[in-house]
């Protein structure tokens, strides 16, 4: 089976511009999560979605990031306007099951961002 | 506020010894806890999920414990070969939609030959 896809593997940006991120997951999977983690630090949620509808934003910084999940499938992850503090890895993960269920999450390879 | 705790960055072994990984909480109560494998420039990699009512889990050369009263769980590595050199992480899961997972910081695990 195909594995969770992410686009773009690395991105370099300059304070202050906009970048988008995106994430297929796997085929039937109900629940994707997008993840930020900083070099040396475990991954943050950012964005929980079940289906299409958003379970858990409590993290996510929304003056800045924003996140959708369209038909209930693909996901993007915008960040507008970028700042130094934003440089990591955007992890997307989904799972089969419902949210708070105890699945397992299979992730994708992840996008670097460097803010420059 | 809630907190995970792995007991150290890095943990450096003699193949053949078994690893043990420690992972604390506070101010959680997890349904669920997880353990992942995280290679250089990869996506995390589940390896292993206890349910808050069992105390130890298998699968091949790992084993995990689950303490709730102590706010632990061990990870271990039987018979650990250099293949197993990566970065292990826990993971808490509250076990209801509106709680929140929560990732430790991950301990860097070497197993030198």
């Known amino acids: 089976e195909a594995g969770v896809a992410q686009s773009p593997r690395y991105k370099i940006i300059e304070k202050r511009q906009s970048v988008a991120f995106w994430c297929n997951p796997i085929?039937?999977?109900?629940?994707l999560y997008w993840y930020q983690q900083i070099l040396g630090q475990g991954p943050k949620l950012l964005i929980q979605f079940q289906n299409n509808g958003v379970v858990d934003d409590s993290q996510l910084p929304k003056d800045r990031f924003s996140a959708e999940r369209l038909k209930g499938v693909d996901s993007t992850l915008k960040i507008q306007p970028a700042k130094l503090e934003d440089s990591a890895v955007y992890l997307c993960?989904?799972?089969?099951?419902?949210?708070?269920?105890?699945?397992?999450?299979?992730f994708g390879p992840g996008t670097r961002l460097t803010v420059t | 506020s809630q907190k995970i705790e792995q007991n150290s960055e890095a943990l450096n072994i003699q193949e053949g010894k078994t690893a043990t990984l420690t992972c604390n909480y506070t101010n959680y109560s997890p349904a669920y806890l997880q353990w992942y494998r995280q290679d250089p420039g990869r996506g995390p990699v589940f390896l292993l999920l206890i349910r808050e009512n069992e105390k130890e889990k298998r699968k091949e050369r790992l084993k995990v414990t689950f303490d709730t009263t102590l706010k632990q769980s061990l990870f271990h590595i039987t018979a650990s070969q250099p293949a197993d050199s990566a970065t292990y992480l826990c993971?808490?899961?509250?076990?209801?939609?509106?709680?929140?997972?929560?990732f430790g910081s991950g301990t860097r695990l070497s197993i030198r030959p």
């Open positions: 993971a808490l899961d509250g076990g209801s939609s509106a709680s929140k997972i929560i």
């Open positions: 085929s039937g999977h109900a629940t």
């Open positions: 993960a989904s799972s089969l099951g419902l949210a708070g269920a105890g699945y397992e999450q299979y």
